[in-house]
């Protein structure tokens, strides 16, 4: 229980302590200071960068769509999206593997030898793990940290869970780093990022898209199990 005991404490203490520097506020405020170092020190700033994502997300801490915004802001849509892919993608892993070590495989095979209806929910989601792993991505149903832990809990294999993140996160990084990206624009007039661009056709349609491409499946797979009761 040690790792989720820490990852437990250190997000309680980030709430507290945190939230206030891992705000849009916050970046508002030390763009310049930021700005400066990047010029002055490009690598160092990337891998600093890319670390304090790891670290927001690996802890679950307050900031990660800031920090998203942040990596446009500093370094463009690309390579912007690159580093906030790999930050995003790094912290999910530690998380899931954090969380896995602390209870995950000994909750599934409890969950396993008791049976039950969550037994039953596992068997369903185990036909199923691509994807239900990617729907929990790409739509903003499930918080991304629970989308981290879930599949821990559950046992499902550190490959799927890598894949499906690293894929299913594409979309969203890339809405989130070119809004990011003019950031310029919005802190010279005074405003704040406009995350409406979401619901915009060009982007609202191509994630249906990804969501139903992501269902067919499953109700294909449905739909022939259904027959085959019919038939025996």
């Not at 998203?68 to 995003?88: E, I, R």
């Not at 739509?139 to 690293?166: E, G, H």
């Not at 499946?217 to 027959?227: K, N």
Request: glycine letters at 10%; aromatic letters at 10%.
């Amino acid at each position: 229980m040690i790792p989720v005991l820490v990852l437990l404490a250190v997000a309680g203490l980030g709430a507290v302590f945190l939230r206030d520097h891992l705000s849009f506020d916050a970046l508002a405020t030390h763009r310049e200071a930021l700005l400066a170092f990047r010029d002055a020190h490009y690598l160092v700033a990337v891998l600093v960068f890319v670390l304090a994502y790891v670290g927001i997300v690996a802890f679950s801490l307050p900031g990660a769509t800031v920090a998203t915004l942040t990596g446009g802001f500093l370094f463009g849509l690309f390579p912007g999206v690159l580093f906030n892919l790999a930050g995003a993608t790094v912290g999910a892993v530690l998380l899931f593997l954090a969380a896995r070590a602390g209870f995950g495989a000994k909750l599934a095979a409890k969950i396993e030898m008791q049976g039950g209806r969550v037994a039953r929910l596992r068997e369903a989601l185990a036909a199923n793990e691509w994807e239900v792993l990617f729907l929990m991505r790409v739509t903003p149903i499930v918080p991304f940290f629970m989308a981290n832990l879930i599949p821990a809990l559950l046992n499902i294999s550190l490959m799927k869970f890598v894949v499906t993140t690293a894929v299913g996160i594409v979309p969203g990084a890339l809405v989130l780093t070119s809004v990011g990206a003019g950031l310029g624009e919005v802190f010279a007039r005074g405003g704040s990022p406009d995350f409406g661009v979401f619901l915009e056709p060009y982007v609202l349609w191509p994630i249906v898209g990804l969501v139903a491409l992501g269902v067919m499946p499953m109700v294909v797979r449905a739909v022939r199990a259904r027959a085959g009761r019919r038939e025996v």
